[in-house]
């Protein structure tokens, strides 16, 4: 496949401000409006939200972390999930190019020098989109997601990057590409790479079943040149407690949540508009059946309880960074996000799943597209193992064993 084309620069002036945690929500409603015409029409041609990504840019809501001493919004943890839940249940795959952008900067938030939060944070509160060159695919030597073969090299003309990545999600609507690698001494960095960098290519080759517009392919370094000021050392975050991997998996578990939230209405939605009862119920519509009513019943306690647990965790996220953060505090937070990721996995499959039972035999029907639920449910919910989530809480609980630092908890 050919290179992608280069996105559009935001013109600053109309890119707005947000000032608080009401701002941004009333933000994302407004976005998630528009994200929701169309979604079913952009999943089934794979037309990728170029246009809908400037409203993003414009909409300031790429800023709503950015610190207040930068001139962001610094919401809330909690509202941050919020936002992820309302545009994940107008579009997830829209809703979840965004993801690393607010990954990124909560590494930034962490370990990046004053100089370089001035002048990244100032990109974004212009507009300006972050991606992620994500893991490599499965080699020798990248038998886990942590590990591969991008090197990061000092040459007589300064810094060079090579290497190949793969699920990145954001990079090719990005501004943008920060990418994992190995430096000189063996130390794992993040390099901060612009999206025109000579050498650096975006190719769109993401072919998934679900969550079909994320763009989520493979992007190149080839002998890129690299500013020493676009570099961050993450291998200092392994030894130092924090929230980076904790807000990486509170995103993840509000976009199985959207996903969840748009099967349930949409199931209600078919059952009330479409269902026919069934022929030995003796009653004129299915929204009479008590076996429907009973598993729609269900389904919402299971949805509004994976819904509080998700703001439960974002709180206690906030809470956690309202104070100096040691191994416990830290440990809190992957424990708070594990829980909640397990619930939204739940529901978000579930849900579903569930609406082709509810709504009937019709509802498969190509025509109504409502197949698209599942297919992003199944995929976004295999970012990382929610089996794994089950063994983190028990070892927590059971042993007091703290979750390992990384991105997937």
């Known amino acids: 496949m050919a290179a992608a084309q280069l996105p559009r620069r935001p013109d600053p002036a109309r890119v707005k401000r947000i000032a608080g ?12 409006a528009v994200f929701a015409t169309g979604a079913a029409e952009r999943d089934r041609q794979r037309i990728l939200p170029w246009a809908e990504l400037d409203l993003w840019s414009e909409s300031g809501l790429g ?42 900067l909560g590494v930034l938030r962490e370990i990046g020098t004053p100089a370089q939060k001035a002048r990244l944070y100032g990109e974004v509160l212009t507009g300006h989109r972050l991606g992620n060159a994500g893991p490599e695919r499965r080699s020798a030597a990248a ?3 942590l590990q591969g073969t991008t090197r990061l090299r000092a040459t007589e003309d300064g810094l060079r990057l090579d290497g190949k990545r793969f699920y990145s999600t954001g990079a090719l609507f990005a501004h943008r590409v920060p990418a994992r690698a190995t430096d000189d001494a063996g130390r794992a960095v993040q390099v901060w790479v612009p999206r025109d960098a000579e050498g ?45 991997g904790p807000t990486s998996q ?17 199931a209600l939605a078919f059952v009330r508009e479409r269902a026919r009862p069934w022929i030995d119920s003796g009653l004129e519509r ?35 960074a309202a104070a100096p953060i040691d191994a416990e505090a830290s440990a809190r937070a ?38 698209r639920h599942w297919r992003n449910a199944r995929t976004h919910t295999l970012h990382d193992p929610v089996r794994w989530k089950l063994h983190l809480l028990g070892n927590y609980h059971l042993n007091h064993v703290l979750p390992t630092r990384h991105s997937w908890n």
């Open 250 to 266: 509170l995103i993840q578990a509000a976009i199985d949540q959207g996903i969840a939230e748009a099967a349930v209405a949409d």
């Open 63 to 104: 800023a709503i972390t950015v610190p207040g001493q930068y001139g962001g919004a610094d919401v809330s943890f909690a509202t941050l999930a919020e936002v992820f839940v309302i545009l994940c249940a107008a579009d997830p795959a829209l809703g979840q190019i965004p993801q690393n952008h607010f990954g990124v």
């Open 143 to 145: 038998s886990t997601v």
């Open 200 to 244: 650096l290519t975006v190719i769109d080759d993401w072919s998934s079943f679900g969550q079909r517009t994320t763009a989520s392919g493979t992007v190149t370094f080839e002998n890129v040149p690299v500013d020493p000021q676009d570099v961050l050392p993450i291998w200092q975050l392994a030894d130092r407690p924090g929230l980076f």
């Open 21 to 32: 945690d009401s701002d941004a929500l009333a933000a994302a409603h407004a976005l998630a």
């Open 286 to 320: 299915a929204t009479d059946d008590p076996y429907i009513i009973a598993d729609v019943g269900r389904l919402q306690i299971e949805l509004h309880a994976a819904r509080e647990v998700l703001l439960e965790a974002g709180h206690t996220l906030d809470a956690v």
């Open 334 to 371: 992957s424990v708070a996000v594990a829980e909640a990721k397990v619930l939204t996995t739940r529901i978000a499959l579930e849900a579903s799943e569930k609406l082709f039972e509810l709504a009937g035999s019709a509802s498969t029907r190509a025509v109504h597209h409502l197949d």
